[in-house]
Nanobody
Framework: QVQLVESGGGLVQAGGSLRLSCAAS????????????MGWFRQAPGKEREFVAAISWSGSSTGVADSVKGRFTISRNNAQRLVYLQMNNLKAEDTAVYYCAADWTYSRGSSYYDALGEEYDYWGQGTQVTVSS
């Protein structure tokens, strides 16, 4: 069973930084981590889940939401089966539970990722990020 475990969340003051990590385990030889596009989504209390960032399985293509552009960066380390979300200049409106997700995209090409959150096969349990103003 594939598991995604997020870490790195916490309480930070506005203007501060956090780096979230997502570790993947339980992957099979037939579907290695290398061919999963990875995404980060977040959900604030009373709001719908929203896209934050995504990265294709090769790492050649990334995308971030307009609300975090210039502040957040997504990256991955396939050898260690990790994906990261570096968050700088955090704002109070970034407060949310952040979720990591994995999407098997081998047949879609090395530059593909889903920003709608509709195609992901696996989701983590989430990590809380709270930004105090």
């Amino acid at each position: 069973q594939v598991q995604l475990v997020e870490s790195g969340g916490g309480l930070v003051q506005a203007g501060g930084s956090l780096r979230l990590s997502c570790a993947a385990s339980g992957l099979t030889l037939g579907r290695p981590f290398d061919f999963y596009a990875m995404g980060w989504f977040r959900q604030a209390p009373g709001k719908e889940r929203e896209f934050v960032a995504a990265i294709s399985w090769s790492g050649s293509s990334t995308g971030v939401a307009d609300s975090v552009k210039g502040r957040f960066t997504i990256s991955r380390n396939n050898a260690q089966r990790l994906v990261y979300l570096q968050m700088n200049n955090l704002k109070a409106e970034d407060t949310a539970v952040y979720y990591c997700a994995a999407d098997w995209t081998y047949s879609r090409g090395s530059s593909y990722y889903d920003a709608l959150g509709e195609e992901y096969d696996y989701w983590g349990q989430g990590t809380q990020v709270t930004v105090s103003s």
